[in-house]
């Protein structure tokens, strides 16, 4: 029997996606395992925000806006669309995540009349729940959490708000599923992609999802801070009717009109001026994921996560206990209960070990399919057996 050692040698060797990871700027000496959090920079950010600086900012200046920045949120929508299962001119690129969770909230209870309570997602995101709550107070609407796998729903829910995968414990959920359940009960469904874009299959069009957004500095290495999305269906967009009616959003920005008339496409969706540096280093970061498929980023990531968990058992046992799901019912990250998490980790990365922890006593690691390897996924687990 090969030991953890060679199987994870073999597993690199005959890994699909091996040579992806030259596509970044690493340092082999840290085990990087928060991609989830943060992910990191493909080498052709660099040199193509110099580019952005010196050349399309620097020479041609302001006429660059009629050369490419003007249609870039669109642009770069469509890039990102197949990775979440959406048709070309159904995602936008701009603003924050937690405004465009607010724009959607909003236009779909302006959608759902006579209804106007938000379900959300018991296990949330903070961010999803504050913004929930404060568009409740804006609207008179009402807000109640409900756990995805026993949501219970009434004639006066208008829509629920759900985490594909929970952030804490790396749990992913059933889109097909839940957003099955949701229009079964007549209310729209609003998904936050953040821990799953890049990650794990989605399929927005196939499963008639109505809205959804997600960041793009995780597993989509957009950079600190990057700009988010918003996923409007074309069946949908021309009723979506959102509350930051900024000029960019207006189906004539340059008329300068005193009244505001949206745009009919999907760049309704935006609101002010995007932000065109993170906007294109984006677009940049984007390029490692010419030729890869979302499933085979999928099966390596199961694949990944799977092995760092079997090295966690052989190695660590009964001093941590495994928070995430052993079955194919995760994301890409795996989350360990251990007493004193916080100091653990911190020893971790003082052992270029890279995680993060989360209150009380998790530890995360996320792992990113196009640069993490199994022998990163073993180092972690041996260095994790000499601390926990």
Known sequence: MLSLAERARELDATDPLASCRKLFDLDDSVVYLDGNSLGAPPLSVAERMEDVVRNQWGRRLIRSWGEGWWTAPERVGDRIAPLVGAAPGQVVVGDSTSANLFKALVAALRMSKGRNEIVVDAATFPTDGYIASSVARLTGATVRAAPLDALELNANTAVVLANQVDYRTGRAYDVAAVTASVHAAGALVLWDLCHSVGALPVDLDANGVDFAVGCTYKFLNGGPGAPAFLYVPTRLQASFDQPLAGWNGHKAPFAMAPDFEPSSEI???????????????????????????????????????????????????????????RDSSRGSQVSLACSDAASVMDALIARDVIGDFRPPNVLRFGFAALYNRYTDALRAATTLAELA
């Open 267 to 325: 760049a309704r969706g935006r609101c002010g001026t995007p932000d065109i540096l993170s906007l294109l280093a984006l677009d940049a970061a984007l390029d490692v994921w010419d030729g890869v498929t979302i499933s085979d980023v999928r099966a390596k990531n199961l694949a990944l996560t799977g092995f760092f968990i079997e090295c966690v058992d052989s190695l660590v046992g009964s001093r941590v206990s495994v928070v995430t799901p």
